[in-house]
């Protein structure tokens, strides 16, 4: 496509050569002065009601996908020790592979995002298990997946740009056997077992992680020693097989899914619809990869449920670029796009929007106060805010969120994220908690201390009071936009 993508967001800087990508303070800060680092970055109108309706989070579906996954791997794992010691193994140890170094990419990424169960043991449970398949050490990749979801394809800022320009086609074709990721993963198990994190690693990863990467370092270098001390016992390659080399026959399903997300689209934009990629596709692909073609659905909204990203679909559809047919339909405009990127890196596939849609978000609706009264502010009435609900109100220039819970008791707290800089009225209520709609982190209401990482830093809380039908808000400290 050639078009000019009609939208403000799409303007970008422009660095002279690939180190650009690096992740250090120097291309940090270019990224921070140029307006990209934390920015506020474009979202769909999609009304309250159906968005709240989209955010429920269940077990149900998560269980029911995961048994069969799991049933799966499990299956074609028996099939290939029945079958060991013939040709007819390789068939159901290629699909065990692909389940278990392919499909498990997203898993690891719902799991993640603590969307894919309403339980939360059962998201870290699974994310646990699929970061340690896909070879991917936990605690770094949830600090790195945070920094993307915030600075998605920021040059100097985003971690997980997949394909940097001019792109390297050696080790793309590399990648589909993990040739690249096994001696960066296994150097990595060491290194950091021996407690030592990079200067990159430290961009993104706050120092009070550091003990947990190297306690997850020398876990998952214990599981494959003693895969390997397995092997010799038992004089089998097939411990080894199940565990270690399936990323070799299996990281393929993983590239043919991932590399459609945002390769050969724009970088330094702060639009999803124009640096992500979403397509139409069947069934089968569809519980492969759990929903993540619906790629900027995703972006846009990272607190929809991967099971409601189909209905998140058809509200915002009009709002975005025409979603691609098929699979085979986005690898046909990847090719060629990559392919001239190594002779022009600059070239890149250019988004056109709808006319009829906005470039720009819409705000949303502040309280406005009526009157103070010793301290006390009225803000709205009290049927304004619904069970599980959460409201912006703005006093001079300080902003703050206030929230009723599934009880009806009602909190208050400083309404920007203090790890994601995004003000919390775009939330999720959950229980006594408010979790940030940017990086799904969370918040205790009553304290406003950290409820769950990447949150590290409380909020600050205050008073709230239901009288005479009416809310009443009290600041009890000096608060900043």
């Not at 270690?244 to 945002?262: R, Y």
């Amino acid at each position: 496509m050639s078009d000019t993508p009609t939208t403000e967001s799409s303007e970008k800087i422009s660095f002279p050569d690939p180190s650009v990508y690096l992740l250090n303070p120097g291309n940090s800060r270019k990224a921070i002065e140029a307006g990209l680092a934390e920015a506020d970055w474009y979202q769909s109108p999609v009304p309250i009601e159906k968005l709240r309706a989209l955010l429920v989070r269940k077990d149900g579906p998560a269980i029911r996908d995961t048994l069969l996954w799991f049933g799966l791997i499990f299956g074609a794992a028996a099939i290939t020790i029945i079958l060991w010691g013939t040709w007819w193994a390789i068939f159901p140890y290629l699909i065990y592979a692909a389940l278990y170094a392919g499909s498990a990419d997203a898993r690891w990424h719902e799991g993640l995002h603590g969307t894919a169960f309403k339980t939360d043991w059962m998201n870290n449970a699974l994310y646990q298990i699929a970061s340690f398949m896909v070879l991917r050490e936990g605690t770094v990749w949830r600090w790195s997946h945070t920094r993307h979801h915030s600075d998605t394809i920021i040059l100097g800022r985003d971690p997980e740009i997949a394909v940097p320009r001019p792109p390297d086609i050696t080790g793309m074709i590399k990648g589909l056997f993990a040739l690249r990721t096994y001696p960066e993963y296994f150097g990595n198990l060491i290194r950091h077992s021996l407690g030592q994190v990079s200067e990159r690693e430290r961009e993104f990863i706050p120092e009070s992680e550091f003990p947990r990467i190297v306690q997850t370092a020398r876990i998952h270098l214990s599981i494959y020693l003693a895969t390997v001390i397995t092997t010799l016992v038992l004089q089998s390659w097939l411990p080894l097989f199940f565990i270690g080399l399936p990323n070799l026959f299996g990281t393929w399903l993983m590239s043919l899914f991932g590399l459609t997300q945002h390769t050969g689209l724009a970088e330094n934009v702060l639009d999803h619809r124009l640096n992500s990629r979403t397509f139409l596709t069947n069934p089968l692909n569809r519980f492969l990869y759990w929903n993540m073609n619906y790629h900027i659905e995703h972006h846009m909204f990272p607190l929809v449920p991967y099971h409601a990203l189909p209905k998140l679909h058809e509200i915002v559809k009009n709002d975005c670029p025409p979603p691609h047919s098929s699979l085979w339909s986005c690898w046909q405009e990847i090719i060629p796009t990559v392919a001239r990127q190594t002779e022009d890196p600059g070239h890149h596939v250019e988004r056109t929007l709808p006319k009829s849609c906005p470039t720009k978000n819409i705000t949303p609706a502040k309280i406005a106060a009526t009157f103070q009264q010793d301290g006390w502010t009225e803000i709205c009435p009290s049927d304004a805010l619904q069970e599980k609900d959460v409201l912006r109100f703005d006093q001079g220039e300080q902003t703050y969120a206030i929230y009723r819970d599934e009880d009806g008791n009602l909190y208050a707290t400083d309404g920007i994220c203090t790890h994601g800089r995004t003000h919390l009225a775009g939330g999720l209520v959950i229980g006594k908690m408010i979790e940030c709609p940017k990086h799904n982190g969370r918040f205790n209401l009553e304290d406003g201390s950290p409820a769950r990482k990447p949150v590290c830093k409380s909020l600050h809380t205050h008073d709230i009071k239901e009288e005479n039908g009416k809310i009443k808000f009290r600041s009890l400290v000096e608060s900043s936009l």
